[in-house]
């Protein structure tokens, strides 16, 4: 298979990207990893005109924490986002964690996965659950954009082809959190997930009740979403199996699966179920400080 | 049974290692030729249909192309595997069979401008009825893929060995069961890739990633018509074959063609896609079995039927469909056994042979219907096993005549390593352990075209300078080892260090060998290695002997030093003479003994260059019957696994966290390379059992035609595997060796299935045992 032939830029601020996207519109492809877009290519599913590598572009890279909020560059590597340095929230971590194996998460990037937004991406789960926002930045400046409502269908986002996704803020982690992150594939690793699942839970000072919780679910709708259903079952419940089952089922009745290759949809949604009481069961183990419960 | 080596049995570092780390090793990738030209195919995107005319005059316009071949300009040539079922032509004629079927091949100055042109081939196709499944194939009104071959039925065996109606009459348990298994993928590393170059000498010279040089040979010089002198097949390192590179490609002879043609190099490679569409892998293949047995264990009879989906050629198949019966022969003793077996042609990629070739579907059904048997006699399935083993010197009812059978050895030794004993019934929920047994060929027996040729041949020459020995073989080197173990062999059998050999191999220019298939390599060319070495130490010896006036009974070579028996004998001449041959070196021989060095130059000295042949072909092999030449071999390498499981009742997932296994290889020549054979089986079974399955959709084209939809075990999928070498000395090995190869991957699938039945009481019927499939059956389980 081979690289169709392309125009390199590599600009070297955010400045110039913008003008070099804006002069060449939708046939000028940003480059970040490139394991989603250099696959693609190679697949002749697309044909941009010019690359436009974002690797020189300061403005996208590191992490950092600015009063309750916590900045994430959008060139941040899945394997740094693994390792949980500086500000990555645990549930991030283990999402990154599970994504691909060592090779493909030295070169996936947060925001290549939130662009790319397929449906069982790794790291927009764990985003989506723990409330983040997109920074897009285009010719107009720089908007803020909730990831609930952010994806509209597979590889397709509300982001305008003029913009690049420059960096994820999230609220900076608070005591009394925890995160669940849940992968069922055929095999260990190297895997699309046939279904996961993220749950981040929130318990109020008495360590018990929950004061907010998201669950995203993942492979069992055309984008990554979240489940308010079970959101809405957990808020104000008390953080016990009892509230897990009916936040599972209710979960499950969220999901809106379908049958492919891959499996069937009454499995995707019978797994959406177990894999958020799992999701919910960690959350909690890790909320409460104690061990963390495994699959 | 132990012997005492210098070389083998021991855990040397392999002679291909160090360039292969380092990146130094060449692949057919890494070589290139000057002028080379890009080939490329059209395949066909039908899976059936007429070809109504076909236009190339826009490819042949295109600059840059400098040649485009359709059937019309290569002669009409059937070709391929068994020569009673040649049904291949290079280019389709005026049909084409399956998704991937080939058309045309385009020769181009680059790549892009060959695909660029395999674009504008135009080709008119009038679409056929697409008969994706044995059941379509083979309903009444199927239209016949092959003129040739009637209701698309490729193949059919008949046999009965023993009289099945009688010995079911004396039973007091009869068991019955069934399994359905999908079609595989080698999934090598390397994608079949060749270059073909025509010298003005009248000599092709075909380099080809390919696991047998000399097949490739003659099925080129056959569908060209150049003679077998000219055509030379090279192959450098492969990147794995597993059975799928076992015959010549579509790309080995269009290359050729178009090389012949443009008086150019060309190089074609298939893509990982293509990979799939040639195929050429493990059949899918439904089995049912009746099982008689005695109220005390004793297997007394199998009534076997096995339905194969071929795709749309024959390939290995016919060989395929035999041995899915006659590896059931053995290695219990089972006087009776009636197999009725039949592939059968879809409009599918070809299937044909994998690892285990054709047993390993009929051993899992096998074995996980004897733990049935087991359970319903009350029995323990390793008593029940250990019962009816047979053991060395048996006979199977279909004349398979193990000369060496270490099985009840595996036994026990996985019996023990797993802890058996402890575990079995007492387990906690999820947890299941299982066991299983199998055997395999050690070569086949015959060529796959009839023939007395040998199956291989050696030349081993000495160096001018005595300092070391070159092993010639025409052998496939392929990533399994086999050229550090003919240098382990050939410095045995010589008795100097591994240091002081050198291998080339993979050359037809260097004699005759079948390649590297049905687990022949070690024992074949290991034969015809060990004879060369043998007659290369006695050519040293004789010349010595005559030199120092003593019978050469008297000497021997051992490490590399000449060993004088029966008192002292004055060798100073012959030292004196090395020593001022090489006044000024720094490496002169000081030692008390004579060395191989000194005895080696001595003989060149008197006779010219030192050149030892060996050869190698099994001795008439037992059966008359029909099809008794699939699963005859001068040897069977058997093994035992032990399977620990934990299945997750919620997901319906598997995850095999333990093997314990056991194989019988006879005596290890490179013991590492024993372990890292039974370790890939272990990955390649457990890949079939849990994962792997080649999927069409309704127009007969490949759903997960990659690496990333097609799922191979990764590490992470892989268990803890305690490897456990048996050796139990095969009279017709060198050195006492058998396979190792193929054996070890039968016990895999079975093992596993019995530890998710142990674990769940399931009895699956389906590979493979994906999530869904077994969350899906413990619903039903539930529900029931
Ligand atoms: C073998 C393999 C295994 C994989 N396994 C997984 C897995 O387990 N889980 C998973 O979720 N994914 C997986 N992926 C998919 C992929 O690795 C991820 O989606 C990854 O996060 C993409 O990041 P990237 O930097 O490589 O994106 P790229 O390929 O560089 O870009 C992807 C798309 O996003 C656009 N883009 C990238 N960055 C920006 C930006 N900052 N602003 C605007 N547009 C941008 C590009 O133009 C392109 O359209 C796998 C891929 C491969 C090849």
């Given at each position: 298979m081979l690289l169709p032939p392309f125009e390199y830029y590599r600009p070297s601020n955010l400045e110039q990207a913008l003008a070099l996207l804006r002069e060449m519109g939708d046939q000028a492809h940003p480059l970040a990893g490139g394991t989603d877009l250099l696959v693609n290519l190679k697949l002749k599913k697309l044909a941009p005109k010019a690359l436009l590598d974002l690797?020189?572009?300061?403005?996208?890279?590191g992490s950092r924490a600015d009063g309750g909020q916590v900045s994430l560059g959008a060139l941040n590597s899945a394997s740094r986002l693994a390792s949980g340095?500086?500000?990555?929230?645990r549930l991030l971590a283990m999402g990154a964690g599970a994504l691909g194996s060592p090779q493909v998460r030295n070169r996936a990037t947060l925001g290549g996965n939130l662009v790319t937004a397929?449906?069982?991406a790794d790291l927009c789960l764990p985003l989506l659950a723990l409330g983040a926002r997109a920074v897009l930045t285009g010719p107009q400046g720089s908007r803020e954009v909730s990831l609930d409502g952010y994806f509209q269908g597979p590889g397709y986002t509300?982001?305008?082809?003029?913009?690049?996704?420059t960096r994820v803020l999230l609220e900076a982690p608070k005591p009394g959190q925890g995160g669940g992150y849940q992968k069922l594939g055929?095999?260990?690793?190297l895997e699309i997930a046939l279904v996961n699942v993220a749950a981040h839970l929130e318990l109020e000072p008495d360590g018990k009740t929950i004061a907010m919780a998201r669950v995203a679910l993942g492979a069992v709708a055309p984008v990554p979403m979240l489940a308010p259903s079970a959101a809405q079952v957990l808020q104000?419940?008390?953080?016990d199996e009892k509230s897990f089952t009916a936040a599972a089922q209710a979960a499950a009745a969220d999901a809106k699966p379908i049958d492919d290759h891959r499996g069937s949809a009454a499995y995707r949604r019978d797994m959406a179920r177990t894999l958020t009481l799992r999701a919910l069961r960690q959350a909690l183990a890790q909320a409460q400080g104690g061990k963390e419960v495994g699959a | 049974m132990s012997r005492q080596f210098d070389v083998i049995g021991s855990r040397a570092p392999r002679k291909d290692a160090p360039n292969k780390s380092t990146g130094k090793a060449q692949y057919i990738e890494d070589i290139t030729f000057p002028g080379e030209l890009a080939g490329a195919l059209l395949q066909s995107p039908h899976a059936h249909a007429k070809i109504l005319d076909i236009d190339t005059s826009k490819a042949l316009a295109l600059?840059?192309?400098v040649a485009v071949l359709t059937?019309?300009?290569?002669?009409e040539v059937k070709y391929g595997v068994s020569p009673a079922r040649y049904?291949?032509?290079?280019?389709a004629m005026d049909r084409v069979?399956?998704?991937?079927?080939?058309?045309a091949a385009v020769a181009a100055v680059d790549l892009p401008t060959a695909l660029k042109a395999v674009e504008l081939i135009q080709v008119e196709y009038e679409p056929l009825p697409v008969l994706l499944t044995v059941e379509e194939a083979t309903a009444n009104d199927a239209p016949w893929i092959?003129?040739?071959?009637p209701d698309n039925i490729c193949a059919q065996v008949e046999q009965e060995f023993g009289d099945v109606e009688a010995a079911f009459a004396q039973c007091d348990l009869i068991q019955e069961g069934s399994f359905f298994s999908k079609r595989q993928d080698g999934a090598f590393i390397e994608p079949n890739q060749c270059v073909a170059l025509m010298g003005h000498d009248g000599v092709l010279t075909l380099h080809s990633s390919t696991q047998v040089p000399h097949y490739v040979q003659r099925t080129v010089a056959m569908v060209t018509g150049l003679g077998m002198s000219q055509v030379r097949v090279v192959k450098p390192y492969?990147?794995?074959?597993?059975?799928?590179?076992?015959s010549a490609t579509p790309i080995d002879l269009a290359a050729s063609f178009l090389a012949i043609r443009t008086g150019r190099p060309v190089r074609m490679a298939y893509t990982r896609e293509q990979v799939f569409l040639f195929s050429r892998a493990r059949h899918g293949f439904t089995h049912h079995m009746k099982i008689g047995a005695k109220k005390d264990g004793t297997l007394m009879a199998l009534d076997h039927q096995a339905t194969l989906d071929?795709?749309?050629?024959s390939s290995f198949g016919i060989a395929t469909v035999y041995y899915a019966g006659s590896?059931?022969?053995?290695?219990?003793?089972?006087p009776n056994m009636r197999y009725a077996g039949r592939r059968v042609f879809t409009n599918k990629p070809a299937c044909g042979a994998q690892r285990g070739h054709g047993g390993v579907i009929a051993r899992a059904l096998f074995e996980q219907q004897l733990d049935i048997i087991a359970e319903k006699l009350g029995m323990d399935p390793i008593e029940l096993r250990l019962k009816n083993m047979m053991e060395t010197g048996d006979v199977t009812?279909?004349?398979?005549?193990?000369?060496?059978?270490?099985m009840k050895e595996c036994i026990e030794a996985v019996k023990s390593g797993s802890g058996w004993g402890e575990k079995k019934g007492k387990l906690p929920p999820g947890k299941g352990i299982g066991m299983a047994c199998g055997f395999f060929v050690s070569?086949?027996?015959?060529?796959?075209?009839?023939?007395?040729?040998?199956h291989c041949t050696i030349m081993i020459k000495a160096d001018e300078d005595g300092g070391g020995i070159t092993v010639y073989t025409a052998?496939?080197?392929?990533?399994?080892g086999s050229d550090t173990t003919m240098a382990m062999i050939a410095a045995e059998a010589v008795g100097?260090?591994?240091?002081q050999v050198r291998v080339k191999s993979g050359d037809t220019d260097f004699g005759i060998d079948l390649g590297a298939?049905?687990?022949r390599t070690t024992l074949m060319t290991g034969h015809a290695t060990k004879e060369a070495g043998d007659n290369l130490k006695a050519m040293v010896l004789e010349t010595l002997a005559g030199e120092l006036g003593i019978?050469?009974?008297?000497l021997d070579i051992k490490n590399g030093l000449i060993k004088i028996s029966g008192g002292p004998v004055d060798f100073s001449a012959i030292r004196t003479g090395y020593i001022k041959e090489h006044?000024?070196?720094?490496?002169?021989p000081q030692s008390q003994e004579l060395t191989f060095r000194e005895a080696a130059r001595l003989a060149y000295l008197r006779r010219g260059t030192l050149v030892a042949t060996g050869k190698y072909k099994p001795p008439v092999l037992g059966g008359k019957y029909?099809?008794?030449?699939?699963?005859?071999?001068?040897a069977y390498g058997c093994s035992a696994q032990v399977a620990e499981v934990n299945v997750d009742?919620?997901?319906g997932q598997i995850i095999v966290e333990r093997v314990t296994d056991a194989h019988?290889?006879?005596?290890?020549?490179n013991l590492t390379s024993v372990e890292a054979q039974m370790q890939g089986s272990v990955s390649m079974g457990l890949g079939e059992a849990l994962f792997e399955e080649v999927k069409f959709d309704a127009q007969g084209?490949?759903?997960?035609?990659?690496l990333g939809e097609y799922h191979i075990p990764t590490v992470m999928d892989m268990p803890e595997v305690r490897c456990i070498v048996v050796e139990s000395?095969?009279?017709?090995?060198?050195?006492?060796a058998k396979e190792v190869g193929e054996g070890a991957i039968m016990p895999t699938i079975p093992a596993i299935l019995n530890a998710v039945r142990n674990a769940t009481g399931l009895v699956l019927?389906?590979?493979?045992?994906t999530p869904e499939r077994v969350y899906q059956a413990l619903k039903k389980q539930k529900g029931a």
């Open positions: 690797g020189g572009l300061e403005e996208l890279k340095g500086p500000h990555v929230p397929r449906p069982a509300v982001k305008e082809p003029g913009e690049i996704l055929l095999r260990q690793a104000g419940a008390k953080a | 600059p840059g192309v059937a019309k300009d290569v002669p049904d291949e032509n290079l280019f069979r399956y998704v991937g079927d080939e058309i092959h003129e040739e071959y492969v990147g794995g074959g597993f059975g799928p590179k076992a071929g795709g749309a050629y590896l059931l022969g053995g290695p219990y003793k089972l009812c279909n004349d398979l005549a193990m000369s060496s059978l270490g070569g086949a027996g015959y060529p796959i075209y009839r023939s007395e040729t040998y052998s496939a080197e392929i990533g399994q100097i260090p591994l240091e298939y049905s687990s019978q050469a009974a008297r006044r000024g070196w720094q490496d002169q029909k099809g008794a030449t699939v699963g005859t071999s001068p009742f919620e997901t019988d290889c006879g005596q290890a020549v084209r490949i759903i997960n035609a990659s000395g095969e009279p017709n090995g060198p050195f006492g019927e389906e590979t493979p045992l």
